[in-house]
């Protein structure tokens, strides 16, 4: 067995066998998925597919929801857009903030608050205001 | 081809990661025409379904398949709190534990439920928060249209038996059920649910591990769910792994305060008014009904007859009837009820009706359960969007 890959191993033109070993694992499992996803590729993000590949179900179960943050959605500019991605996207996509009515700053403020002190979502109390800024400007609330 | 590097590179990491081909199909728009804007998504062993949330995975059953019985596993709905969910379980090494106040805690695997099991239920799985996105005013939450629900054949091992192998001390109070699911901080509530000892030793009360005589979908827990019959899905754990008999109430998050009703009927509450104090845990589903044919905004002939039709089901009482409006609640007519396929099931119902008149007519209809519960005509609200059954309505165009 290699020993891990040490910086003394991997001096200018002269690449341990561990790493070149990593690197071409790594290729190789990039090429495979660019050959598999330029196969199906079809339109455009807004939806995708894994391929219903049934496993043996006396044997093993899988399925590919563990790469479903490819299809996370585009945020709509707002003040303190980073503070929302950072603050709330741990937890759930952009989707299910963004697929709320459009709620005024308290019902607003509440949900966020609740966020922090049910689940600890990691926002400072400085921080839950900008949010609710962000969630104000990409849910206008209704005139 | 608008393909951005990013989406390359995602596509090509999940694919080189777990070696399954990664697709995209073009957004798709809902074929119905109560709601414009839906995005719909092939998530994996599902049908396209209605996306209320892509991470953690909350799909919607599309109304068409409302027109069967049974539910197709493909199409069944789909609700996951937390984002951390089983995406890949072996049975070689998959368990089911027992433990807490009981004389011989144990590890069953799935050929262990196998043996145990034969027991079958048909039941409608509907969430608590079905139909919320139609309350006024609108609640937080999952933006459920009425699509969050379905009913299937469940097959697996009664809970009560599972409980007497492992024996239930006298101490016993409740039963706690926890996924494979969890939050990915340390902060989030774990998703436990609670049910008393009496309930969980009713017979229905069962550890599914088949769904319409196959293995669940990953999505609707596999390799096991509690199926709680008559009961809000809240309580039908997937990806069940540990059942724990306590000897006192479970105090956790998802009980004590998650999924809260006021004790009213229909746990309604004045959204004007202060709101309850006397909160309890939602329980038993109350009575609805749902027009399947034609669609909400159709145009059918006039003089010539149709069949309305639809289902019903409540809380385990079954249905005693149906009554159809098509004036507007002006007056009422009896349905004619379909197979029963059991009182826990969806209860098809159909109704012939010739319009007379051209013009814009509303459809209502208002099931009844052999209990005696009515679905109420004013819409009730609470703070949960919880519980909705107000009697339904629809317009149709007759030309």
Redesign the interface.
């Known amino acids: 067995m290699s020993p891990e890959p040490t910086a003394e191993h991997n001096t200018r033109g002269h690449l341990a066998d561990a790493t070149r070993r990593q690197r071409f694992g790594l290729a190789?499992?990039?090429v495979?998925?660019?050959i598999?996803?330029g196969?199906?590729?079809?339109?455009?993000?807004?939806?995708?597919?894994?391929?219903?590949?049934?496993p043996d179900?006396?044997?093993?179960?899988?399925?590919?929801?563990?790469?479903?943050?490819?299809?996370?959605i585009e945020l709509p500019e707002g003040p303190h857009r980073d503070e929302f991605q950072t603050s709330c996207l741990?937890?759930?996509?952009a989707?299910?903030p963004l697929?709320?009515?459009p709620?005024g700053r308290e019902?607003w403020a509440e949900?966020v608050h609740k966020m922090v002190a049910?689940?600890?979502?990691?926002i400072t109390s400085e921080d839950e205001s900008r949010v609710v800024d962000y969630l104000l400007a990409a849910r206008p609330p209704a005139p | 081809m608008d393909l951005t590097r990013r989406q390359w590179m995602l596509g090509a990491a999940s694919a080189g990661a777990s070696l399954l081909p990664i697709g995209c199909t073009g957004r798709r728009r809902s074929e119905s025409p109560a709601g414009g804007g839906d995005t719909l998504a092939r998530f994996p062993g599902k049908a396209a379904m209605r996306v209320i949330n892509d991470r953690p995975p909350c799909l919607e059953t599309p109304w068409r398949y409302f027109r069967h019985d049974l539910t197709p596993n493909e199409a069944f709905y789909v609700r996951w709190h937390l984002q951390t969910i089983p995406t890949a379980i072996d049975l070689k090494t998959w368990r089911l534990r027992i433990d807490g106040a009981v004389d011989r805690p144990l590890e069953l695997s799935m050929d262990d439920l196998r043996r145990l099991g034969g027991d079958e239920v048909v039941a409608v799985n509907q969430c608590s928060g079905n139909s919320r996105s139609l309350f006024n005013p609108r609640v937080p939450g999952a933006q459920w249209r009425n699509g969050a629900m379905s009913n299937a054949r469940w097959a697996g091992v009664g809970l009560a038996k599972v409980l007497r192998a492992a024996g239930v001390r006298r101490d016993a109070v409740q039963v706690t059920f926890d996924g494979m699911d969890e939050g990915p901080l340390a902060s989030v509530p774990d998703f436990v649910k609670a049910l008393d000892i009496d309930h969980a030793l009713q017979h229905e009360v069962t550890v599914a591990y088949s769904m319409n005589g196959e293995p669940l979908p990953v999505l609707n827990g596999f390799p096991a769910r509690l199926v709680v019959p008559g009961w809000y899905a809240t309580y039908w754990v997937k990806a069940l792994h540990r059942i724990t008999v306590l000897p006192h109430a479970f105090d956790g998050y998802w009980m004590a305060k998650a999924y809260k009703i006021p004790t009213n009927p229909n746990g309604i509450e004045d959204p004007h008014a202060k709101l309850s104090d006397h909160l309890i845990p939602i329980n038993r589903m109350n009575v609805r009904s749902f027009v399947t044919a034609p669609e909400p905004g159709s145009t059918v002939p006039a003089e010539r007859a149709i069949e309305v039709e639809g289902i019903a089901f409540d809380g385990g009482s079954g249905i005693r009837g149906v009554e159809v409006s098509v004036d507007g609640g002006s007056t009422w007519a009896g349905a004619v009820l379909g197979d029963d396929l059991g009182r826990y099931s969806f209860r098809r119902w159909r109704y012939r009706w010739t319009p007379a008149s051209r013009g814009e007519h509303r459809l209502l209809v208002r099931a009844t359960s052999r209990d005696g519960e009515i679905q109420p005509d004013k819409e009730g609200w609470n703070r949960g969007g919880f519980m909705r059954n107000v009697v339904e309505e629809m317009t149709v165009h007759v030309a």
């Open positions: 190789l499992a990039v495979l998925g660019l598999a996803a196969i199906s590729y079809s339109g455009t993000k807004d939806a995708w597919v894994v391929a219903d590949r049934r179900p006396e044997v093993v179960a899988m399925s590919g929801v563990a790469a479903d943050p490819a299809w996370d741990i937890c759930h996509s989707r299910l697929g709320q009515p709620f019902k949900v049910v689940y600890g979502a990691p």
